[in-house]
Nanobody, 126 residues
Framework: QVQLVESGGGLVQAGGSLRLSCAASGRTFSSSALGWFRQAPGKEREFVAGVPWRGGSTDYADSVKDRFTISRDNAKNTAYLQMNSLKPDDTAVYYC???????????????????WGQGTQVTVSS
């Protein structure tokens, strides 16, 4: 079992930055790939970024590449999403998720993730 709790969301002006955190409990955190997803009102949940169990080969959606950075600290059971140059289109609820079965690679489909946090709201004003 892995329990995930996101934090760090809020209201920011366009061009600003936020850092989201995902605190995990459970023994399988360090062997799970982690993903960040987001869901805007009326839209489907979409992949944002992912990191394998030991870090390294991260993956990003094209819409956030070069602006967002995902990282993890297995010693602290925490993952992060640094978001820079934020745009109004980044407004959404952001979720972290853990993928137990393919910890060495990052998958992009939400249904492939086993555990989810409750989400944190990010609002970017223009």
């Amino acid at each position: 079992q892995v329990q995930l709790v996101e934090s760090g969301g809020g209201l920011v002006q366009a061009g600003g930055s936020l850092r989201l955190s995902c605190a995990a409990s459970g023994r399988t955190f360090s062997s799970s790939a982690l993903g960040w997803f987001r869901q805007a009102p009326g839209k489907e949940r979409e992949f944002v970024a992912g990191v394998p169990w030991r870090g390294g080969s991260t993956d990003y959606a094209d819409s956030v590449k070069d602006r967002f950075t995902i990282s993890r600290d297995n010693a602290k059971n925490t993952a992060y999403l640094q978001m820079n140059s934020l745009k109004p289109d980044d407004t959404a609820v952001y979720y972290c998720a853990a993928d137990r079965f393919f910890g060495r690679i990052v998958r992009r489909t939400p249904s492939q993730y086993d555990y989810w946090g409750q989400g944190t709201q990010v609002t970017v004003s223009s």
